[in-house]
């Protein structure tokens, strides 16, 4: 038999994936992880998110990033590699490369296709700059690549993603990035402000429903990849905020009793039932300050904007 051509051969599902959707729907309350929202379909989405008028976060970030970045060269000193975790499209990248100088740029992300996209675009704007793209996932350990190893580093983590784990988890991901960028490193990091519940309900559950869509598309994506019947038009886009816990939830809960099968297995829930999808923390100034210190990075520098609603902080290790 000849070889399949590429266009007959199923797309092989991650097993990760594979077994955090089956773990997660098995579960009680049943979750999934937040991460999983990103194939191609979420990604856009969640650009398009950036651009909602509800959605303050991004465009609170880069005022902030445009306004502090020129103090953050004279407190970091130059020739620094800049290592970004999670640089997804890399969008406020150019704002802190412009002031800093750094010898080189390393994004670590996840997904492949769309860091060598960006990294490649990014390097034609930097003529000079040398870009080292690292495909991984930043919540383990990574191991930068030789040319910069042992150079002292900048990490940088903007866009509170930060936000999207429990504080156990946050203080783990702090270690790491402390191991991955070694001695003497410093660490520019974007976290989202405690505010009032109105307008953090509404930043995660827009008027034009692409957050729902954004939430949804990850059924879509559990029926095309893993073989799923999940009825997507049975489930309702769901975003609370969870005040002791200081954080947004985002749940997609079934409106009718549903079955459904996921990579072979039955699975079935009541009208009201939720899927917990993603958690968002909201930091207030001093709960940041204690998470980075327990976290191993000492606090140094912290902007806001006028209406305190989103923090950039830099910490040295
Ligand atoms: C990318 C995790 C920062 O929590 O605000 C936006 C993701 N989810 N709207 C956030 C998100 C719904 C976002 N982070």
Redesign the pocket.
């Known amino acids: 038999m000849p070889p399949l051509s590429p266009a007959e051969v199923e797309p092989i599902a991650d097993p990760a994936f594979r077994a955090d959707v089956l773990a997660g729907l098995t579960a009680r309350p049943r979750a999934i992880p937040?991460r999983w929202?990103y194939d191609r379909r979420g990604s856009e989405l969640?650009e398009d998110?950036?651009r909602l008028p509800e959605?303050y976060?991004t465009r609170t970030e880069v005022a902030i990033l445009e306004r502090a970045c020129a103090e953050v060269a004279t407190l970091t000193d130059a020739g620094r590699v800049v290592v970004e975790f999670g640089s997804g499209s890399s969008t406020k990248t150019p704002i802190l490369l412009g002031h800093v100088d750094p010898s080189a740029y390393v994004p670590i992300d996840i997904s492949g296709a769309f860091l060598r996209d960006s990294a490649a675009a990014l390097a034609k704007d930097h003529p000079g700059l040398t870009v080292l793209p690292v495909e991984a996932d930043f919540t383990r350990a990574v191991a930068l690549p030789d040319a910069v190893r042992g150079k002292p580093a900048l990490g940088f983590f903007p866009?509170?993603?930060i936000?999207?784990l429990v504080p156990v988890q946050a203080v783990d991901l702090l270690r790491t990035m402390r191991a991955s960028l070694g001695e003497g490193a410093m660490l520019l990091i974007g976290m989202?402000r405690v505010k009032d519940a109105a307008t953090l309900v509404a930043?995660?559950d827009d008027a034009g429903g692409v957050?729902a869509a954004?939430?949804l598309n990850l059924l879509h994506r559990i029926n095309r990849e893993l073989d799923g019947t999940i009825p997507a038009e049975s489930f309702r886009h769901v975003?609370r905020w969870n005040d002791d816990a200081a954080r947004?939830e985002?749940h997609l809960e079934a409106v009718e009793d549903v079955a459904f099968t996921v990579a072979g297995r039955d699975f079935a829930m009541r009208a009201g039932e939720t899927i917990h999808t993603?958690?968002?923390h909201k930091y207030g100034d001093r709960d940041a300050r204690l998470l980075l210190a327990a976290g191993g990075w000492t606090p140094r520098a912290c902007w806001t904007d006028a209406d305190d609603r989103f923090a950039v902080h830099l910490a040295e290790a």
Do not use: K, L, V
Request: no cysteine.
């Open positions: 937040a929202f969640f998110i950036t959605y976060p866009g509170s993603t936000g999207n989202d930043a995660y957050t954004f939430n975003a947004i985002m993603e958690n968002s």
